[in-house]
């Protein structure tokens, strides 16, 4: 979703978290919430709230600060939209890794038909609801190296608001929603000092999906 304009509260808050990453390192767990409002044609009125909480644990590796850290994020729109998100980066005392990216969506979105002969004033409005975990397990390797297991689960529910619409007469793949399941290896270089605010280094990852029946999944591709 595309936003026209994002109140500096969000923002100046975020920021106010991020400078407080002295304390984060020093306190067992540190929480925080702040209130979150946004403007788009799409949504209309966004209103909702964002969440912080770091849960530190023994620095095991030296020059590194990886705590477990949880965002959680819900809204609602003025058009009845529902938006819950909550992102999930745990780290072991032994150094894996289990990332975590957890979506709802309840959602209003436009359909302009498929090829080059598209109209933007020729268009079919369907509901979404779209559930989302995406994430990886990461062995660590090295203090900086890790190696491990990508996910990806998906699943949508399309429903035309109109019968006879563009959508409905067109019916391109996936036009009724379905599964989105893949897996696959991934790799990950990380030289960030910190991963809640890191002040240096650098964050690399590389992975290869499939998605297929054998896993669960309607369509077939990789990624």
Known sequence: ???????????????GYAQSEDSVKTKRVKIAAYPAVAFSEETQWTIGSIGFVVVNKENTIEG??????????????????V??????????????????????F????????????????????????????EG???????????AGLQYDIQINSIQ????DDLLDMERPLGWQGGRNIGFGPGIQYDTRNS????????????????????????YNYFK
């Open 83 to 104: 938006l819950i998100k909550s992102d999930f980066d745990i780290y072991r005392s032994n150094g894996d890794n289990l990332r975590i990216e957890s979506r709802y």
């Open 136 to 146: 990886q397990y990461m062995r660590s390797k090295s203090a900086i190296f890790f």
């Open 195 to 218: 991963n809640v605010y890191p002040t240096k280094g650098q964050l690399l990852r590389v992975s290869v999906m499939t998605y297929n029946r054998y896993v669960g999944s309607e």
């Open 106 to 133: 309840d959602f209003q979105d436009k359909y302009f038909g498929v090829g080059n002969d598209t109209s933007p004033k020729r268009y079919s409005t369907y509901d979404n609801k779209f559930v989302r975990l």
């Open 1 to 15: 979703m595309k936003y026209i304009h994002l109140f500096s509260l969000l923002l100046c808050s975020c920021w």
């Open 160 to 163: 035309s608001q109109e019968d």
């Open 64 to 81: 590194f600060h990886r705590p477990t850290s949880i965002t959680p994020y819900a809204a609602i729109t003025t058009r009845n939209q």
